[in-house]
């Protein structure tokens, strides 16, 4: 082959690979003023999901990336008692009314009907409660269901479980004012919503743990139900339009308490799986982005804590900040949602392997399902 036809090849390959390595550093990496942000992308994670993020034309453009608030940057969470005023709400969480005999039953990976009919008919008022919501408009059925039975059967074992472990939820806490139970009402919708927006992601995911997924999105909700409980006074944050990082600093700086820690006392209390504490421990963490020093945890179970936290501040912005009467995100990102709470979202999306509800959002016939859902739900009632 002639000298200069070889060098002219090397030219051009060179110029490729310079093309391509240019490329490649541009990325998927917002400009932000944390330099934590630059994405890490992992793909060993939990069933399902593994394939690299979806990089979103949005972010990288800095203009997108609105400023940070001093209040977020300047943001501690609390992750264990800290002084005698959260202790002693910590002990009040303990000793509250004794958790549902079921609620731990419910928790269990249960796929069979006749399991899960044989733990609900221990139960005739939780019978009653799941009968009466399968005969709610929010599934408009045609014909009345009478039967636990044929609940179970219409609605699937894993919406019904879900349902039945709300109201065992319910009956572990005690409401004395109307703000308590119109604020318990939204968390109900919210926990709701979440599980339903965690269901239909997984499964378009094709990920096998799917029904876990769900019911640890519902769970999510626990410790605001404990929050809620112990002091009626925070139900204001749940009425009030707060944004959740709003609804989390305002709640630490009157109790000295979170959700995290509530959830994680109430969850002790009802002896609920270990890794379902440990999961609500950390359920605040991506807030901060401390996620990974987590020593409990391992880097399957931070997804799931990941996946769960970001499909329930989706849920918030449309149950309790009403930021959006439907579901219309189109990624999740901090520039799309302009909430503080989605700040680290991509580089821990990225990080968990997580890039591709992206996509899941993006798609029509979701945000047709999800939205049918919120009309049922009536935010507004």
């Known amino acids: 082959m002639p000298l200069d036809i070889i060098i002219n090849s090397i030219a051009i390959a060179g110029l490729i690979l310079v093309l391509f390595l240019y490329r490649m550093s541009k990325k998927s990496t917002i400009a932000t003023k944390n330099p934590k942000m630059k994405s890490t992308i992992n793909t060993g994670t939990f069933a399902g999901i593994g394939e690299a993020s979806e990089p979103s034309p949005k972010l990288r453009n800095p203009k997108d990336v609105p400023a940070l608030s001093e209040d977020f940057t300047s943001f501690e969470l609390l992750e264990e008692i800290a002084d005698e005023k959260q202790r002693k709400l910590f002990e009040s969480a303990t000793s509250l009314k004794k958790p549902h005999p079921l609620l731990m039953s ?139 990082f709003a609804r989390v600093r305002g709640i630490q700086k009157e109790l000295g308490t979170n959700s995290a820690i509530m959830g994680t006392s109430f969850a002790k209390n009802a ?79 990225e990080h968990y392997g997580l890039g591709r509800i992206n996509g899941t959002l993006r798609k029509p016939r979701f945000k047709d399902d999800v939205n049918a859902i919120i009309e049922k739900l009536g935010l507004d009632s």
């Open 106 to 244: 419910l928790t269990r990976n249960i796929n069979d009907p006749k399991e899960l009919m044989d733990i609900i008919k221990n139960d005739p008022e939780l019978v009653v409660k799941v009968i009466k919501v399968a005969n709610s408009s929010l599934f408009a059925l045609r014909k009345s269901i009478t039967t636990i039975n044929h609940a179970i059967v219409y609605l699937g074992v894993l919406q019904a479980k879900n349902i039945a472990m709300q109201f065992a939820l319910e009956s572990s806490a005690e409401f004395v004012t109307n703000e308590q139970k119109q604020a318990y009402h939204k968390i109900w919708k919210a926990s709701f919503l979440a599980s339903s927006i965690g269901l239909l992601i997984a499964k378009d995911l094709k990920l096998e743990n799917s029904a876990e997924l769900s019911t640890r999105c519902l769970l999510d909700y626990l410790g605001d139900i404990s929050l809620l409980t112990a002091k009626p006074k925070i139900a204001k944050y749940y009425l009030n339009h707060s944004s959740y």
């Open 271 to 349: 002896e609920l799986p270990q890794e379902i504490i440990d999961s609500i421990s950390a359920s605040m963490l991506p807030l901060v982005d401390k996620l990974k020093d987590s020593e409990l945890l391992s880097q399957e179970q931070q997804s799931v804590v990941v996946f769960s936290y970001y499909v329930s501040r989706i849920t918030d912005l449309i149950v309790f900040e009403r930021t959006m009467d439907t579901i219309n995100l189109e990624e999740i990102s901090f520039a799309e949602s302009r909430c503080e709470s989605f700040f680290y979202s991509q580089a821990q999306i």
